[in-house]
């Protein structure tokens, strides 16, 4: 199996088609059996991080250029935006009273999420006297493949 060289990447078109295409070029080798799943996804992960550090670098100088409209790039649109806006209530009086009044109820029902968690992990009934305070509920997970790399 030929492998992709990082400046081999960087002379493709980035476009959409071109990431499943060499994503599925990577990963034959997988398929294949030839090369083994965990070790790759090491080696991906490491990349990612990487790539997104590299990203960070770049965005830094990018943002420093005078970008002030939207700019097409090798076929991207390239342009500033804001994300993951907040903004802080905590100034506003009628915000302020109506948070005081849900600040006990969200304790409350933290109290009941914790007691639910503990029936459903001992797969149990927790009662307190004859009274069925929690019961056990369906609980959902995604199966991840969790990489840490060394330091």
């Known amino acids: 199996m030929e492998q992709i060289q990082v400046k081999e990447l960087t002379s493709l ?34 990349a990612i991080e990487v790539l ?5 670098i770049a965005k830094e100088h990018a943002l420093k250029g005078n970008i002030s409209k939207d700019t097409t790039m090798l076929g991207a649109k390239v342009e500033v935006a804001e994300s993951g806006v907040k903004y802080d209530y905590s100034s ?10 849900l600040k006990p109820l969200l304790e409350q029902k933290k109290a009941i999420e914790d007691k639910i968690k503990m029936a459903t992990k ?11 305070i929690a019961s056990p509920v369906k609980k959902t997970s995604t199966t991840i493949l969790k990489i840490t790399l060394g330091k």
């Not at 506003?92 to 009044?101: F, G, L, R, V």
């Open 13 to 46: 078109t980035p476009t959409k088609t071109n990431v499943d295409i060499v994503s599925r070029e990577l990963t034959q080798g997988i398929i294949d059996g030839e090369v083994d799943a965990i070790e790759f996804s090491v080696r991906a992960n490491f």
């Open 52 to 56: 997104k550090a590299s990203m960070d």
């Open 122 to 132: 001992i797969g149990n009934d927790i009662l307190d006297g004859d009274e069925i």
């Open 92 to 101: 506003n009086n009628i915000w302020q009273q109506i948070e005081e009044k």
